[in-house]
């Protein structure tokens, strides 16, 4: 154990000392002299977007406790202790959002974030309460158990391992994380002097200091009463770009470099984009957009999940898993974030991808549709293989003398209601205000009647007769319970005579 209590022993020297005593002495010093604290820090534009961005967005994802399924699959195990927890209320005073996003703004100043677990008489988490950062020291009993001890607003706690959700960021021993602003407070630093710099510029009327040039001998009352008077007269942005008045053959002389000079603009864009290195945060996020264009925006947003997010989300899974499942549960359940919602692209995209997974027998029509917030549909849970879309299950299935009629049926079931979907749709777009447009209706058929006859291999006639057996069926019910009837039950009309027909 020995090489663990280098870690965990709580010495600090004035020449080695720890962060919480530089911290109280008014932070960590830096060579652009502006001291650097995890809460100073957090007044740099650059750190706050940055951390900004990476809690809300882990915040803000769906967390699910699911159940394994002995086929290999999971199922959100709503009835699990866990769930509301996570995915509501971890404890009386905050939501999931609060809490997760808490963590990760404790994760991303100080590299390690800790909660007190609640458990009732049987072992199960009934509250996930955080405990205030800067307070909370690691060290082993005798057995070699971690203990955490807590201090705050002069209370001091010991918790046993069991009783907390610990959380380390990138550390270099495992168990402790080490804080991003105490590794990178030069460039943190930086971006706080370039900000001060910036400030003080506008105070004094966004002009470099200049001299006043008199060709005798002030005395100190007129030496104090012309700076005063000048002073108050230029300097400030109110009183920027007032016209001088000197006497007595004064003259004005600007010394010292402009902002211009000193590339004053690129320094602050130039710490901006390296602060956001260090949080690993893609630029565009923090608005600057400067390399973003419509083309590749959705391949750094899908970066931006890949790379910078997904790392936090299976940290954070993770260490869940160890702390607040119990150890025989851990083959049963596991908790997962769902990122489907981030890297859902735009409508054609969504569109191009659902039709490939539903070609090929991933997604029904059900599974599309709750990815699209949208209520299944009765029927929608068949998957269809590539075999000309007949019915994974009935495309295995012969009947009594080994012959294929149980697969026929499947194709021409599933060709017949690709038609149907197709004529549904064209109704609901021709509906407006319970009123058929019926020019609509008489385009789409026009182009329909080829469309049925290849996919249900009907002749000209047959279609035909569908056809205009469709446009009365509009033509004298009412368009709403047209819809849900042809949705229900129009396929299998259509595939019963499509099978009579070809018989």
């Known amino acids: 154990m020995k090489w663990l209590s280098k870690w965990f022993k709580n010495e600090s ?17 830096t060579h652009s002299g502006v001291s650097v604290t995890a809460d100073s ?13 990476l809690s809300a967005g882990v915040a803000s994802l769906p967390l699910q406790v699911y159940r394994r399924l002995p086929d290999g699959g999971k199922q959100i195990a709503s009835d699990h202790p866990l769930y509301s927890l996570l995915h509501s209320t971890p404890n009386e005073e905050m939501t999931s959002f609060e809490l997760r996003e808490l963590l990760m703004v404790y994760l991303n100043l100080r590299g390690n974030a800790f909660c007190h677990v609640i458990r009732d008489g049987a072992g199960r988490v009934r509250q996930i309460v955080p405990l205030q950062l800067g307070g909370v020291m690691m060290s082993r009993d005798s057995r070699g158990q971690l203990l955490y001890t807590h201090s705050y607003n002069g209370i001091e706690k010991t918790y046993r391992d069991e009783e907390i959700w610990r959380i380390p960021a990138l550390g270099t021993n495992g168990l402790v994380g080490l804080s991003p602003i105490e590794l990178a407070r030069e460039s943190i630093g930086l971006s706080l002097a370039t900000e001060q710099h910036g400030a003080r510029l506008f105070e004094n009327g966004a002009q470099i200091p200049a001299v006043l040039e008199h060709p005798g001998k002030l005395s100190e009352v007129a030496f104090e009463r012309l700076k005063k008077s000048f002073n108050n007269r230029h300097m400030g942005v109110q009183n920027a770009h007032k016209t001088a008045i000197l006497e007595e053959g004064m003259s004005l002389k600007g010394v010292g470099m402009t902002s211009q000079d000193s590339q004053f603009l690129e320094s602050r864009k130039f710490q901006m984009q390296e602060i956001a290195r260090i949080f690993g945060v893609p630029p565009q996020m923090i608005n600057d957009l400067d390399r973003t264009t419509f083309n590749n925006a ?7 999940v890949d790379h910078t997010l997904r790392p936090w989300l299976v940290r954070l899974e993770q260490t869940m898993t160890r702390d607040l499942l119990l150890e025989h549960e851990r083959d049963t359940y596991f908790i997962e974030f769902n ?12 569109s191009k991808f659902y039709r490939e997974m539903f070609n090929i027998g991933v997604y029904s029509q059900n599974d599309i549709r709750r990815k699209e917030n949208e209520n299944p549909i009765e029927g929608g849970d068949t998957y269809y293989v590539p075999l000309n879309m007949a019915s994974s299950d009935e495309a295995n299935q012969e009947d009594e003398g080994g012959g294929s009629s149980a697969r026929m049926n499947a194709l021409v079931l599933n060709a017949a209601q690709q038609v149907t979907n197709r004529e549904v749709a064209a109704l609901r777009k021709a509906i407006k205000g319970g009123q058929v447009n019926h ?4 385009d789409f058929y026009s182009n329909h009647h080829d469309f049925l006859c290849e996919k249900l291999a009907v002749s000209s006639e047959f279609a035909a007769s569908w056809i205009s057996t469709a446009k009365g069926a509009i033509e004298n019910t009412d368009p709403q319970q047209l819809l849900e009837s042809w949705e229900k039950n129009r ?3 259509l595939a019963a005579l499509a099978l009579e027909y070809q018989a």
Not at 14 to 26: D, V
Not at 298 to 304: F, I, K, Q, T, V
Not at 439 to 442: A, E, H, L, P, V
């Open 13 to 29: 020297t004035l020449a080695n000392p720890s962060p919480w005593f530089t911290e109280a002495l008014g932070g960590a010093p």
């Open 41 to 53: 820090a957090m007044r740099a534009a650059a750190v706050f977007a940055c951390i900004r961005v």
């Open 298 to 304: 959705g391949h750094l947003n899908r970066m931006y």
């Open 339 to 350: 990122v489907d919602g981030l890297l859902r692209g735009d409508s054609e995209a969504r």
């Open 439 to 442: 020019d609509k209706i008489n």
């Open 491 to 493: 396929f299998r009309a």
